[in-house]
């Protein structure tokens, strides 16, 4: 069989084109692309070299619209068997092809042609070219003549003319030629034989038969003789006289030869035009050709010789000339018949060329998949030679099939289909796929068909010794179809792999990625250190407006801008370090090294750093790349590259994306990073990055150390925040706040320590120093921290509670070095996080807190060192040097001596030891002589009080500074301007303005207490406890805050005794006393007092005092009537009037008739009592009486013997 | 029972979503293959013919060397059952793609099941090959 046949074929010239010499293969490949341009030659154009000797038999000859076809053979093709039968399987003319320059000897040349020639012993007409000849063969080959053409060096225009006369000239020797043969074979009635008639002694019958026949076979040959010179019109003669004398002598064999010949000779008349009524009777005669080629199969000859391949040429020639999409079915009828030829052909390259035939006519008429199936068929065929030739062909037609079969190489798809790539690109970006776009993707994946093929392609490759190819396509089937390969057949490749990289030089680059699947894990965003912020020039808070101001990641009300920007922008910075995690997974049974694996960046203004990955079998590892971005400008990261099995591979990040939405999709057998344990992650798309230039940089250090700074609760701590510029810029503004929780903890930060080192140039440093104040613990951490705590262990409370500083900074405005970018916009600014990392560990626990409140009515007998007179100013009375006795000391607005105390209950579960100290801030000092603030004594007159570990501790607090010196409206109605007119509603009114004076007054309280403790030589702190005295101090405010109205006091109106005096027991002039001495009054004996009533007010009082004394001692001396009760004396109805801020004194004596124990109270019940007095007496009606009442006094009565 | 038999079915992607060895011939792994390549070759066919008649099941529509390639596609989506043979039991095919069709309806219908993704039931495949050994 002959490739590439048609219907036209037996028209055409066969012409040996043959190197002469050592041809360059590419120099051929030109010089036969100048040959080819001369397929046909017109017989108009050859006229000038025709020489007509006799008459010539082409009678009907279109000297004007014919021509002669070439079919060049390139290295020619050994003489056919059948040659006598299809005149156009001859050899008619050899042409030679040399190439001067390497061969210089002509005479050589000439003897080599010569011999190559003989070869072809049906040659009519033969040249040999030389190209490119020096001057010397020049000069020699025009004196050697013959056969010999010399092609002088030209331009090639030139030379292609030049080649263009000698094609006629052949053309024209041909043309004679085949005169003489047609003149010559007409009378003698040439002898014609094919491989097909009997070898065999022919008995007498057959001698007859065989002569008849002899003369059709004559006329057919004629024909065929005819038609290469280009004259259908006597071709068609000839062929109709031999069609009937062959059917006369039921030759089929060679009447299926004629009417080929016929039909050629139709076509050809019809120079090409095709309607359908040439159509239909080229198909209708076809088809006779193949039946009667069928018929002329003899069964005897079967083993030997078999018209099979006339017959599967003529089909195929039928099928190429009805090759058209219309008329696909028909000749996918034809094609399968020939299909079905190739197992009776004896010889296996008659398959090969019939399959090849069969490819190419699916692929014209766009049967790709017919097509590639045929085609491996081929590749089979070439694959049982054993030779390398036969593989490298293999390989190159299995590469053909690679399309229909879907397993292309990378490098070929890129060319192929640009659309193809534009559509995956899309969809990857569009981040929601339809599920039908998805699976376009992985459309035709048949993976059976695609491993035979790509397992066939590495065979091939490796037998053709094309490591590359080899490589390529291991890569291929190692990276696609790892599920279906077992583990043994998994390391094959692999060693293949490397065995191939072993032929390769190293650097080689190959389009298609192996091992591993590399996928996009994070981007990461700047660290929080060198967050870029955006700049807007136009404020004074140039940061303002910038990203991530709020804690939410999306907010309702940002949702226009977040249609308009989808990605993500990333901004970069020229020359500093940025990473990118990606994650690589190695499913297969194998130790996979990476080489190197870095960033993959075409736009190439980024320098990325290699590094090298050991992969386990079926793992998964999460790897840092990192680089450096070199200039501004945009940066695009589209996949990785990767330097494995000793071959650089580019890895994109869209394809395995694309990979795993198939695998979701259950279109792809498995996803490699879930078969390695890995989890499922979405999709992450590659933000776009650009890169703006160099900035400042801050870096922030904490001075002596970077750890979390343990603080007790409460406790404070100063800090000090060294910051240096790393950048290459100078920061030429700066700004600190405060974000994050527990913001209040930070006391103080010293921002103009900052601000007055601006600008900080490239390498300076500043330190900022912080006031911390460490919060209360966590409560969800209280129970373990005090096991913990008891344990010995340290407890770190979460970070998320950490206070940060922000620091937000940019370099100049203006940017000095690129011009360019100036007008676009000004470079960005940054902020720096300075998170303060405090452990907050528990500290004193706050059990509980309440009011303590006593009062102590002079004892008798009781032993004070430093009674106090009550003619004594107060001031003085506080004056006294011990400070321990001015915890109790006589209230000066009650006359008694008063207790009231804010207990705190503290407990120490730390392993450490608390000391605590109470300190009491009084106001500015206008106020103290009234108060009775002394405030030194409060400074430093507590003790301190020592807790131990695991123990608790009840912390007294005094509360007696704190009473105001006049009980006036001020209290109740400040800034109530209405009072006057609410005067009348006495209840209302005091209920609605009490509430919030009084609340402010209690913070106010509050806030002047300050529990300090201290813990070992450097921790300190204070104890927020404001909320745990609010609420003790809540009910009883009032008392603690407010004086009584009245005060009232007793003594003894005689004498006025000094101190000392008080002490002795048997004087016999005693003061009755609040702070009394012992034993001073004498029964028996008239004693004189005096009651000294106070008005604190600054209304005058009338009032009705009352004066009681009863031999009980304690606080019921006064209501009801006792059983106990022996002795009494009431004093009654006494009316007195107190000017406002004054006191009067009223004189009366007692007379003590029992010696013993006695309570004198002071009672007063006040007429006309005003708003401020209801209210602080608290009633609920106007009507009520207002009660006052002094507090108890004691008089102890000795008796006289 | 045929000697040889390859069942495939083939979604509207020319994915091929099932597959299976149906003959009772010993199985040989080139043979399998092969069986494949030929189904896969003639989707070409079957594309064009698809669309010249109403009939769901094409008969024979292909053949190389001994094995016929018969076709019978759904109207649904265009999925094509797909049968390599070497029997001429032209109505025990017709017969087989029916009910194949039947079961592949089924499992159309399960929710989890996506349309145009492989058919991992075990339930259908079992299915299938006793439909194979009745008909074919």
Not at chain 1, 1125 to 1143: D, F, M, R
Request: charged share 20%; with cysteine; hydrophobic share 40%.
């Amino acid at each position: 069989m002959e490739p590439d046949v048609s219907i036209e074929t037996s028209s055409m010239i066969r012409v040996a084109v043959l190197p002469i010499g050592h041809v360059p293969p590419v120099l051929l490949r030109d010089y036969q692309s100048m040959l080819l341009r001369h397929q046909t030659i017109p017989l108009s154009a050859i006229s000038s070299f025709y020489t007509e000797h006799q008459k010539s038999p082409f009678s009907n000859q279109p000297w004007d619209s014919g021509s002669l076809r070439f079919k060049f053979i390139v290295g020619g093709a050994p003489p056919s068997p059948w040659e006598d039968f299809q005149s156009n399987r001859k050899t008619l003319a050899v042409i030679g092809i040399c190439h001067c320059p390497s061969s210089p000897d002509l005479d050589s040349v000439i003897d080599q042609f010569d011999s190559a020639r003989r070869a072809y012993a049906s040659a009519l007409v033969d040249r040999c070219f030389a190209f490119c000849p020096g001057d010397s063969q020049l000069e020699d080959g025009s004196k050697k003549g013959g056969n010999l053409m010399l092609f002088p060096p030209a331009d090639r225009a030139t030379q292609e003319f030049h080649l263009q006369t000698m094609m006629q000239d052949i053309a024209a020797s041909l043309l004679m030629e085949f005169e003489k043969w047609v003149l010559k074979a007409e009378p003698a009635g040439t002898i014609v034989k094919t491989p097909l008639d009997s070898q065999a002694t022919l008995n007498s019958e057959e001698v007859i038969k065989a002569k008849k026949r002899r003369l059709g076979r004559a006329q057919k040959t004629m024909g065929d003789y005819c038609l290469l010179a280009g004259s259908p019109v006597d071709a068609n003669a000839h062929y109709t006289t031999a069609l009937e004398l062959a059917r006369l002598t039921g030759d089929f064999f060679w009447y299926a030869g004629a009417l080929e010949g016929n039909v050629c000779a139709l076509l050809i008349d019809r120079m090409g035009e095709k309607d359908s009524v040439v159509e239909d009777e080229v198909r209708f005669r076809y088809s006779s050709v193949i039946t009667h080629y069928r018929k002329s199969f003899i069964q005897e000859h079967a083993q030997r010789v078999s018209p099979l391949t006339f017959e599967l040429e003529a089909t195929l020639k039928m099928a190429r000339f009805l090759c058209r999409r219309e008329l696909a079915k028909e000749v996918v009828g034809y094609l399968t018949n020939a299909a079905d030829g190739a197992k009776s052909l004896i010889d296996a390259s008659d398959r090969l060329v019939l399959y090849v035939e069969i490819a190419r006519l699916y692929g014209t008429l766009g049967y790709q998949r017919k097509a590639a199936f045929f085609s491996r068929q081929v590749a089979q065929l070439y694959l049982q030679q054993d030779n390398r030739l036969a593989a490298i062909s293999a390989m190159q037609v299995l590469a053909m099939t690679t399309r229909a079969y879907r397993v292309q190489s990378r490098a070929s798809i890129a060319e192929d289909s640009p659309s193809k790539k534009e559509v995956g690109s899309s969809l990857a970006e569009g981040g929601k796929m339809l599920h039908q776009s998805v699976v376009s993707l992985f459309e035709s994946q048949w993976s059976t068909l695609q491993m035979v093929v790509l397992r066939e392609i590495l065979l091939s490759a490796v037998r053709a010794g094309d490591p590359l190819a080899a490589w390529g396509a291991a890569a291929r089937l190692l990276r696609s179809y790892y599920p279906l390969i077992t583990p043994a057949g998994q390391n094959g490749l692999a060693s293949a792999l490397s065995n191939s990289a072993d032929r390769l030089p190293s650097g080689t680059r190959c389009a298609d990625p192996a091992l591993p699947f590399i996928r996009l894990y994070s981007f990461p965003m700047h660290p929080s250190q060198m967050d870029i912020v955006k700049r807007n020039p136009a404020r004074e808070d140039w940061w303002a407006g910038a990203a991530n101001t709020g804690p939410f990641i999306y907010t309702p009300f940002s949702k226009g801008d977040a249609n308009t920007n989808t990605k993500q922008e990333l901004i970069w910075i020229v020359g500093e370090p940025v990473q990118i995690l990606v994650e690589l997974a190695n499913p297969c049974g194998f130790d996979l090294r990476v080489d190197s694996i870095y960033l993959s960046v075409p736009s190439g203004n980024f320098d990325a750093f290699p590094v090298t990955v050991n992969l386990p079998p079926n793992s998964s590892k999460v790897v840092t790349l990192s680089g450096i971005p070199t200039s501004v400008g945009t940066v695009t990261i589209p996949g990785c590259t990767v330097h494995c099995f000793g071959v650089i591979t580019e890895h994109l990040f869209k394809d395995v994306d694309n990979l795993l939405l198939g695998a979701t999709q259950g279109l792809v057998l498995s996803d490699p990073f879930r078969c390695c344990g890995s989890a499922r992650l979405k999709i992450i798309s590659v933000p776009n990055i650009s890169v703006v230039p160099p900035l400042p940089l801050l870096v922030s250090r904490v001075v002596g150390g970077d750890g979390a700074i343990i603080l007790h609760e409460g406790e404070i701590h100063d800090l000090w925040i060294s910051l240096a510029n790393a950048g290459t810029v100078p920061v030429e503004q700066a700004h600190v706040s405060l974000s994050g929780k527990n913001q209040d903890s930070v006391i103080s930060f010293a921002s103009e320590t900052l601000n007055s080192a601006l600008p900080l140039r490239p390498g300076a440093e500043v330190t900022l120093p912080v006031t911390l104040r460490a919060w209360r613990h966590v409560l969800a951490d209280a129970d373990t921290a005090g096991r913990s705590g008891s344990g010995g262990t340290v407890r770190h409370s979460k970070d998320g509670s950490n206070p940060t500083l922000l620091i937000h900074y940019a370099g100049p405005l203006t940017n000095i070095g690129d011009p360019a970018t100036n007008k676009s916009a000004v470079p960005p600014g940054r902020r720096l996080v300075v998170p303060l990392q405090i452990c907050v560990l528990q500290g004193l626990s706050f059990v509980k807190a309440r009011l303590l409140s006593m009062e102590i009515p002079a004892q008798v007998g009781q032993n004070l060192p430093k009674p106090v007179h009550i003619e004594d100013s107060p001031t003085e009375a506080l004056s006294s040097p011990t400070k321990m006795d001015g915890l109790v000391k006589i209230d000066p607005f009650r006359g008694s001596w008063g207790l009231r105390f804010l207990e705190l209950e503290l407990s120490n579960p730390t392993d450490v030891v608390f000391e605590i100290t109470v300190s009491v801030q009084l106001e500015n000092s206008s106020h103290d002589h009234r108060l009775s603030g002394d405030r030194d004594a409060a400074e430093y007159g507590y003790p301190k009080t020592r807790i131990d570990r695991d123990c608790s501790a009840r912390v007294l607090i005094p509360l007696e500074h704190f009473k105001l010196p006049v009980l006036d409206d001020s209290f109740f109605v400040k800034d109530n301007p209405a009072d006057g007119a609410n005067s009348g509603r006495n209840s209302s009114f005091s209920e609605r303005n009490t509430k919030a004076e009084l609340n402010a007054s209690i913070k106010n309280l509050i806030s002047k207490i300050k529990v300090r403790w201290q813990s070992g030589r450097n921790s300190s702190g204070e104890l927020n406890i404001k909320d745990a005295i609010q609420a003790a101090l809540q009910t009883s405010v009032m008392d603690v805050l407010l004086p009584d109205p009245l005060t009232f006091c007793f003594r003894l109106s005689r004498y006025a005794l000094e101190p000392e005096n008080s002490s002795s027991h048997n004087s016999p002039n005693v003061q009755v006393h609040s702070a009394a001495a012992k034993g001073s009054v004498l029964a028996h004996e008239m004693t004189p007092m005096e009651v000294v009533v106070r008005n604190n007010t600054k209304e005058k009082i009338k009032m009705s005092l009352s004066i009681t004394c009863r031999d009980v001692a304690g606080e019921n001396c006064v209501e009801g009537t006792k059983a106990t009760v022996l002795c009494s004396g009431v004093l009654s109805g006494i009316t007195v009037e107190v000017p406002s801020l004054q006191e009067i004194k009223h004189s009366f004596s007692l007379y003590f008739l029992v010696p013993g124990e006695y309570t004198l109270v002071a009672a007063s019940v006040i007429d006309d009592a005003n708003d401020i007095l209801r209210a602080r007496a608290r009633t609920k009606s106007s009507d009520e009486p207002i009660f006052c009442r002094g507090p108890p006094y004691h008089v102890r009565v000795v008796g006289t013997a | 029972m045929a000697t040889t038999a390859c069942f495939v079915i083939v979604s509207r992607n020319d994915i091929p979503i099932y597959e299976a060895e149906v003959g009772s011939a010993a199985k040989r792994e080139d043979a399998a293959q092969l069986h494949q390549f030929i189904l896969h070759a003639a989707l070409d066919i079957v594309q064009d013919l698809a669309w010249t008649t109403s009939a769901m099941y094409l008969k024979a529509i292909d053949r190389f060397n001994d094995l016929v390639v018969s076709v019978y596609v759904t109207a649904d989506i265009h999925t094509r059952l797909m049968l390599l043979h070497d029997s001429r039991n032209d109505d025990g095919i017709k017969s087989f793609f029916q009910e194949v069709h039947e079961l592949y309806i089924k499992t159309l219908l399960n929710p989890l099941y996506l349309p145009g993704s492989r058919i991992t039931s075990s339930h259908f495949d079992t299915k299938v090959r006793a439909l194979a050994r009745k008909y074919l």
